[in-house]
């Protein structure tokens, strides 16, 4: 089992940046996916960005050139640097990852990110 904790997120305005972490309860050298997803109120959970254990990295449209994960596997955490944040980028943020062996998924609890305009 792990646990992740987001943190990071808060009240900004159009254009300004936020960093969010999701810090691992024990080493993140396991997980081969890690990502970040989001959902906004009344609307499905959708993919904002996944880095491979190689750092491979991938992002939805929506948030390319703008947003970006990094994973610190010394430091157990996952970051996503979000930069020219638009309103439409308010959700709550959250952290999953993907071990294949033995298979299982993680998520954290999730951090809130809304953006005025």
Same mark, same amino acid.
């Given at each position: 089992q792990v646990q992740l904790a987001e943190s990071g997120g808060g009240l900004v305005q159009a254009g300004e940046s936020l960093r969010l972490s999701c810090a691992a309860s024990r080493s993140i050298g396991v997980f081969n996916y890690m990502g970040w997803y989001r959902q906004a109120p =009344?609307?499905?959970? &959708?993919?904002? +960005?996944?880095?491979?254990?190689?750092? %491979?990295?991938?992002?939805?449209?929506?948030?390319?050139?703008?947003?970006?994960?990094?994973?610190?596997?010394?430091?157990?955490?996952?970051?996503?640097?979000?930069? =020219?944040?638009?309103? &439409?980028?308010? +959700?709550?943020?959250?952290?999953?990852? %993907?071990?294949?062996?033995?298979?299982?998924?993680?998520?954290?609890?999730?951090?809130q990110v809304t953006v005025s305009s």
């Open positions: =009344g609307k499905q959970r &959708e993919l904002v +960005a996944t880095v491979t254990l190689a750092g %491979t990295t991938n992002y939805a449209d929506s948030v390319k050139g703008r947003f970006t994960i990094s994973r610190d596997n010394t430091k157990n955490t996952l970051y996503l640097q979000m930069n =020219g944040l638009k309103p &439409e980028d308010t +959700a709550v943020y959250s952290c999953k990852a %993907t071990a294949f062996s033995p298979p299982g998924d993680y998520w954290g609890q999730g951090t």
